[in-house]
């Protein structure tokens, strides 16, 4: 297996814009979970889905920020309108059988807003 | 916070030696996993210790746990260059569905 894959790996855009990052979680998991880096902040859960439902978005900052899973092997985070305070590593990680065990990480989208 | 605290926040050490970090936490948990990061890279899952567990091996690493003090400590045996990265600690807290992460320790191991 490839891993978990997200895509791009680094996105730098303009105040304003639309962003979309995307994550393909390792087949067979049914977790799948969206987090956000920064010095100041560290690891921040943004949400996680379950078997393709969202399960808990309160770690999501603003109404500008929003999360989809279609199916099991795709999620997209999007940001609209973006803000230069956006600017992060955004980390998609997934599991499989409960929340609590391994995550496997995918290499993470460096994203600036400018 | 429900986060995990590294202690401590950074750590230089010479090639050969051991590192030694710690983690604590404050709600009653499942399990405690460690992650190592490398710089520009994402956290790859290095060893999981159960709530009724109280130490763990793999390879150069040895992991603690101290329910009663809500405490864990990772050591690193015969440190490598390799080893240079940022290491996290996570909880499974009892009653949540996901991992609550720590602050982090950088270790640096100078060749």
């Known amino acids: 297996d490839a891993g978990v894959i997200q895509s791009p790996r680094h996105e730098v855009t303009e105040m304003g814009q639309e962003v979309t990052l995307r994550c393909k979680p390792i087949?067979?998991?049914?977790?799948l979970f969206w987090y956000r880096q920064t010095m100041m902040r560290g690891l921040e859960l943004l949400i996680y889905?379950?078997?393709?439902?969202?399960?808990?978005d309160s770690g999501m900052p603003e109404d500008r920020f929003s999360a989809k899973m279609p199916n099991a092997s795709f999620s997209t985070l999007k940001i609209q309108p973006s803000e230069p305070r956006d600017s992060a590593v955004y980390f998609c990680?997934?599991?499989?059988?409960?929340?609590?065990?391994?995550?496997?990480f995918g290499p993470g989208t460096r994203l600036t807003v400018l | 916070s429900q986060q995990g605290e590294e202690d401590p926040q950074a750590l230089s050490i010479q090639e050969g030696e051991n590192a030694t970090m710690n983690c604590s936490y404050k709600?009653?948990?499942?399990?405690l996993q460690w992650y190592r990061q490398n710089s520009g890279r994402g956290l790859v899952h290095l060893i999981l210790?159960?709530?009724?567990?109280r130490e763990k091996h793999s390879g150069r690493l040895r992991v603690t746990l101290d329910t009663s003090k809500k405490s864990s400590s990772l050591l690193i045996t015969a440190s490598r260059a390799a080893d240079t990265a940022s290491y996290f600690c996570?909880?499974?807290?009892?009653?949540?569905?996901?991992?609550?992460f720590g602050t982090g320790t950088r270790l640096t191991v100078i060749p």
């Open positions: 709600t009653s948990i499942n399990n």
């Open positions: 990680a997934s599991s499989f059988g409960l929340a609590g065990v391994e995550q496997f």
């Open positions: 210790i159960r709530s009724n567990e």
């Open positions: 087949s067979g998991h049914d977790y």
């Open positions: 996570a909880t499974a807290q009892t009653g949540a569905n996901n991992l609550f």
């Open positions: 889905f379950n078997n393709n439902v969202p399960i808990d």
